[in-house]
């Protein structure tokens, strides 16, 4: 039963909601002082953590009912993006596992036959399919790459130092294979020696872990993990944070191991390049003379930290046995992507109230746009209403999800932003 295993941190809960606000410390108004979408959105207590810890509770004790309350549960176990925000101010104070409870929720209702949602299963069945979310074939899977003549690893006999992951949206979305094509461009001007796996490439299993399909998470990890074996992937940078995220996090989990055990290393692109930059490989040029403001991408920032494995017992209040390390979201990937803005001649960075490791969630994350657009839409038009604020003229980030669902939130507040993706703004600064 995945929810014994959270039994402690959901049942220690002391219902102090800080779970609902950034840290007192770190709020510069009122306004902006939220840090949990789902419960700004849902407003009653279950949506928030606290409330999400009650429910796990009252399922273990047998006070919830699957049966009797289905439609309400999964409502308000999948009406969150697993954005973390909750999870890093409890560990602040309280040293509870909040996201282990929310993960275990997922999981809970997958092992029970409700979960997960029939549009999360849509997704999963696509990547049994086609290897790819977006139900597209597999042939179509490096068409971004043609012409740029770039190795591909799954062929005999090729490789390289590098392997360049894309992952599935950059790789089928219109409008976003500027990304990876940029991104390779990049890296061949500083002579890195990297190839890609082409139509072999499968999706990253990320999604289905999220939405708590332990299983198929389990045989799309297996699959990944023996092709990075067979093309002898030693380093993988890839563009997408939800494909870092789950490389470096769930694949080690999975393999019960510390990230920095795993038999590769992970970079993404913006740790890359902001590394090509700092050796001199990479020359910005182009005055841009623009002022932007930085998003940070969840599963690049607070769930962007090396993952720490550890098995043991509670043996009382804060302390375990072996001690355990907690992930708190203030090693996550927040310099690189800023490092590199700095660095582009005439671009002004401005920054926004919530930002790293409080920073507010895009809305779309952990098939939550998906399911419930309505809501993702609405967290969307609150961090465009924040980035307003800082007179900027452009939302720069470094991920398709927040990208795409930022885009849509311009459009339906009638914001005259822009949201560029940070790979187009060095792309556009080397041109010089």
């Known amino acids: 039963m995945a929810l014994e295993k959270i039994e402690y941190d959901a049942s220690h809960c002391q219902r102090c909601s800080t779970c609902k606000w950034s840290h007192i410390w770190e709020i510069k108004s009122h306004r902006f002082s939220r840090n949990c979408p789902s419960i700004w959105y849902g ?8 409330g999400k810890n009650d429910i796990a509770t009252g399922l273990l004790k047998g006070e919830i009912d699957w049966n009797t309350s289905r439609e309400k549960l999964l409502e308000i176990i999948y009406r969150c993006p697993l954005c973390a925000a909750c999870d890093i101010n409890c560990k602040r104070i309280m040293d509870l596992d909040i996201i282990g409870v929310l993960d275990a929720l997922r999981e809970e209702a997958c092992e029970k036959g409700h979960g997960p949602l029939p549009q999360h299963k849509e997704f999963i069945q696509s990547i049994t399919n086609y290897d790819n979310v977006w ?7 490096a068409n971004w790459a043609k012409k740029l003549d770039i190795k591909d690893l799954s062929k005999k006999g090729e490789k390289a130092d590098v392997l360049y992951y894309v992952g ?13 094509q940029g991104t390779a461009r990049i890296m061949k001007k500083a002579g890195v020696d990297f190839g890609i796996l082409g139509a072999k490439e499968v999706c990253c299993g990320g ?3 999220n939405v708590g399909d332990k299983k198929s998470f389990d045989e799309i990890a297996e699959k990944n993990l023996k092709m990075f074996e067979e093309v002898g992937a030693k380093t993988i940078v890839t563009n997408c944070p939800g494909c870092y995220m789950t490389f470096s996090e769930k694949y080690a989990r999975y393999l019960k191991k510390d990230t920095k055990d795993l038999p590769y290393v992970v970079k993404h692109s913006t740790m890359y390049i902001d590394e090509l930059i700092q050796a001199g490989k990479i020359k910005l040029k182009k005055n841009l003379n623009m002022r932007v403001t930085y998003h940070d991408p969840c599963h690049l920032g607070r769930r962007g930290e090396p993952y720490k494995h ?19 979201g203030v090693n996550g990937i927040y310099e690189p992507p800023r490092n590199i803005l700095k660095a582009i001649p005439g671009l002004k960075l401005v920054e926004m109230e919530r930002i790293k490791e409080y920073a507010w969630c895009c809305g779309s994350g952990a ?14 038009k609150e961090r465009i209403e924040e980035a307003e604020t800082t007179g900027a003229s452009a939302i720069v980030s470094a991920c398709p999800w927040c990208e795409a669902n930022l ?16 790979l187009d703004v060095i792309e556009q600064s080397m041109e010089g």
């Open 43 to 50: 407003m009653y207590d279950a949506y928030a953590a606290q």
């Open 135 to 141: 139900k597209q074939p597999r042939t179509r899977r």
């Open 168 to 180: 599935c949206t950059y790789a089928y979305k219109p409008g976003m294979e500027t990304v990876p």
């Open 207 to 209: 999604i289905a872990d």
């Open 310 to 328: 550890w098995e043991g017992k509670r043996i009382q209040w804060g302390l375990t046995d072996p001690p355990r390390e907690l992930n708190r």
């Open 367 to 380: 098939g939550s746009k998906s399911a419930y657009p309505d809501f993702a839409l609405a967290v969307a």
């Open 407 to 422: 885009s849509d939130g311009i459009d339906a507040c009638g914001s005259k932003m822009k949201v560029m993706d940070i």
